[in-house]
């Protein structure tokens, strides 16, 4: 197993290199921060479209590798056609996740886990706190996709920003729409749709729509 694991980071390199030196500035690229396997597909890189806000070391963040066995990965992707992410800390974005930038700002804190099949839009704005765990197959979104109106005149607002905080866990299969927000150490639960404000700090969370089932909780990873 851990032979196939460093065949897997040996034959990563040329595209983790690649990944670097095209998105960072060369004095943070160097250190190779960003370590992106081999069969992550990527569109759309350009400079400056990634930033790191901490100190810079080798492997800090890596994407495309390891998540639950039993959960089958789709292809990772990384789409980073207008907007920027910024990681604050360690970020561990495991396999078949996609992160696309289609014109806002994706920021992730420290110690940020996103296990398989997760899927990121950002249009507006999207902050995480630190210490935040998605689930397999979670879908954070902020945009309503296409226009929408009532009677041909009132237009749907498009994009809000999400904001999740500090030690969150977002439960697989869960969909976070534009609007949500939820609170430092709140539980959101398996499959449940977000989209308002949950502004009180440890709650559990679930529904469709979701809505506080619980106070006081607390969760470890």
Not at 81 to 90: A, D, H, N, R
Not at 152 to 177: D, F, P, Q, R, S
Request: net charge positive.
């Amino acid at each position: 197993m851990q032979v196939r694991h460093l065949l897997t980071y040996l034959i990563s390199l040329p595209k983790t290199i690649f990944f670097n030196f095209r998105c960072l500035p060369i004095n943070q690229a160097i250190h190779l921060p960003i370590f992106v396997a081999y069969n992550v597909k990527l569109l759309n890189l350009k400079k400056n479209v990634v930033s790191i806000e901490t100190v810079v070391k080798f492997g800090l963040v890596r994407i495309g590798f390891s998540g639950t066995e039993i959960i089958s990965p789709n292809r990772s992707l990384i789409d980073l056609k207008q907007g920027k992410v910024i990681f604050k800390g360690k970020s561990v974005i495991t396999k078949g996740c996609t992160i696309s930038v289609t014109g806002g700002t994706i920021i992730l804190g420290n110690n940020f886990y996103a296990n398989r099949n997760c899927f990121i839009s950002c249009t507006d704005r999207l902050v995480v706190g630190n210490n935040v765990l998605l689930g397999w197959n979670v879908i954070l979104f902020d945009s309503a996709g296409h226009t929408l109106s009532y009677d041909g005149k009132k237009k749907i607002k498009m994009t809000e920003e999400i904001v999740i905080g500090n030690h969150v866990w977002i439960c697989a299969e869960a969909h976070l729409l534009k609007g949500s927000k939820i609170a430092d150490g709140s539980v959101v639960a398996y499959s449940s749709l977000v989209t308002g404000y949950f502004v009180e700090k440890n709650c559990l969370i679930g529904g469709i729509p979701a809505k506080t089932l619980r106070k006081g909780v607390s969760w470890e990873k």
